[in-house]
């Protein structure tokens, strides 16, 4: 697989972030920020994994944001990062009859982020954009673009196809769009869990 430098970039992040998370565990593993931190770092690392290492991954991270729930039910940042998660596994699940509960998961945990945090464009946006999920997996997984979906969901390109009739332009555009809008929201775990609440230096004063 070829990472581009921005992928490699947060490759090292995320996996900086794991390893920190996993020392701080071992030192208090009452802390449900560093669960969170800990699951959103799993998350995004999976899209750089086999579907199956994503897969386990996922599993992985969802066990991690349950433990900080049981610590903080009402932690909404959890929350959002087990919607992400359980929509992400969904997604990597060819079989749409077997990924529905994941989806349904998933719209639950966004719907209780939401209500904690009723002002929160981001959970908001992630609900509409869950309920067209179901859909977005059918159009991936029926154009054979299943090992794509994982791909899709890390950043890469929207799934095309050449033979697309212009009486399907316009939904095939409306499918590119909701796709790039689930990236968005991929994309705002390194704003939230990665940026949000590291401990990185404060830049040098000008």
Known sequence: MQFSQEDFDRLLLFEHTRKTAEVNYAKNPRDADNLTKWGGALLELSQFQSIADSKSMIT???SKLEEALQIIPTKHDALWCLG???TSFAFLTPDLDEA???FDKATEFFQRAADED???ELYQK???VTSKAPEL???IHKHGLGPLGQQTLGGGPAPSSSSTKSSKTK???DLKYDIFGWVILAVGIVAWVGMAKSHMPPPPPR
């Open 126 to 128: 992630s609900l509409e």
């Open 84 to 86: 992400n998660a359980h």
């Open 100 to 102: 529905r509960p994941y």
């Open 137 to 139: 997996h059918m159009e």
């Open 118 to 120: 009723p002002g929160n």
């Open 171 to 173: 939904k095939s555009s």
């Open 60 to 62: 992985d991270c969802i």
